[in-house]
């Protein structure tokens, strides 16, 4: 008999945000996400409703969508992106459901004069009651895994396209933009009026850096394609992030990537990611202790080790793990099919699929590699 091939698994993303004309920084990383997936062999559709339109309407279309999708059984898994984007994913019942929580979704969304927003009051709990009912949960940090209440959950942050983010020569960089060779640049590289991302810190830091002797610019980069992203990163001497709440801050792997120091408020999973790299640095969220960890950065005279330490945040490498969670959820619902109609298998241990490891490992492994980097420096 001929050898039967067997067919891609199919996925249909839905979310709320993905990369457009007028918002190529929106949901990059999510784009990223499916074009790694992709690259594995599997076939990715993304519903992503028009951007502009009120929000129950943009809700209530990708429900629909989802569902009408879904009828003819033609996908494996429905993969929704944050809170009630996820709500739509759920809102079928025919195929197996994975969520990813990005942040707020589950932390809440600070406000500037203090509390939390309205949008918090439904959000997070349908977030939290979502965990009990789909295939698997993603969260991004073990931080957001308190949050949700809920220990049945990978955590698995969002990967970095290494071929996108690269080490450039700061003077070419800096050409590119026609930034001066010879200034201190420090990148804000976040939305400045998101009360969570904390800018009237950064603005304090800059001040107390000023009052110290050291004169730097404080740039802000918001808004911007990718592409222009990777030399805003490579012509600054550091980056900083001075926010209240983080799940997996996607700028700080993508400096890592470029060997740019960091410099961040103790936020995410930020110190498992930058700890222990040198140049790098998780400090306390004041400005005068911030403008010290600055200055340090500042003074730091080479690129890090930041890309080889975190060699396993590398999108091919983190699509596996999500593919991991995608089986793990079908064979999840195939055993529950099979108690319902008078079976008795025993569903497997959440972390017994093959090719994924426990929630922490990529961390662990992380850790593993700044420790070698580490031993080698100190031996030469």
Not at 175 to 199: E, I
Not at 212 to 225: F, N, S, Y
Not at 267 to 278: C, E, K
């Amino acid at each position: 008999m001929p050898a039967t091939t067997k067919r891609p698994l199919r996925v249909l993303m839905v979310t709320g945000v993905y990369p457009t004309e007028s918002a190529p920084h929106l949901g990059t990383f999510i784009k990223s996400q499916a074009e790694s997936l992709r690259a594995q062999g599997l076939e990715v559709e993304v519903i992503h409703p028009t951007p502009g339109r009120p929000s129950p309407a943009r809700y209530a279309w990708a429900t629909l969508r989802v569902f009408l999708k879904t009828l003819g059984g033609r996908y494996d898994i429905v993969h929704g992106h944050y809170g009630l984007w996820c709500l739509a994913a759920r809102l079928q019942w025919r195929t197996p459901v994975v969520v990813s929580f990005l942040g707020d979704d589950l932390l809440g969304t600070p406000l500037a004069g203090g509390g939390r927003s309205k949008k918090d009051l439904i959000v997070m709990p349908v977030s939290r009651w979502l965990c009990h009912v789909v295939d698997a949960v993603i969260v991004k940090s073990e931080e957001m895994k308190r949050a949700a209440g809920y220990n049945d959950i990978f955590v698995i942050p969002n990967g970095v396209d290494f071929e996108l983010f690269r080490p450039i020569p700061r003077a070419e960089a800096r050409a590119g933009l026609g930034w001066d060779q010879d200034r201190r640049y420090v990148l804000f590289g976040n939305n400045p009026r998101r009360p969570a991302k904390n800018y009237p810190l950064a603005l304090a830091a800059m001040e107390r850096l000023r009052s110290r002797g050291i004169e730097a610019e404080l740039v802000v980069a918001h808004g911007l394609p990718q592409a222009t992203v990777v030399q805003y990163i490579n012509a600054s001497n550091v980056i900083m992030l001075p926010s209240i709440h983080e799940g997996s801050p996607n700028i700080v792997k993508e400096t890592m990537a470029c060997n740019v120091p960091v410099v961040s408020t103790n936020v995410g999973d930020v110190a498992q990611v930058i700890g222990r790299t040198r140049g790098c640095k998780v400090c306390p969220g004041d400005p005068d202790s911030f403008a010290a960890a600055l200055e340090e950065a500042l003074l730091y005279s080479g690129p890090t080790t930041g890309r080889a330490d975190i060699a396993d945040l590398e999108y091919s490498v983190v699509a596996k793990e999500v593919i991991a969670v995608y089986e793990q959820a079908m064979s999840k619902r195939s055993h529950k099919r099979g108690r319902s109609m008078g079976g008795s298998e025993e569903l497997p241990c959440k972390h017994s699929q093959a090719g994924h490891s426990s929630t922490w490992s990529v961390y662990d492994r992380i850790r593993d590699a700044q420790s070698r980097h580490e031993t080698s420096l100190m031996e030469t």
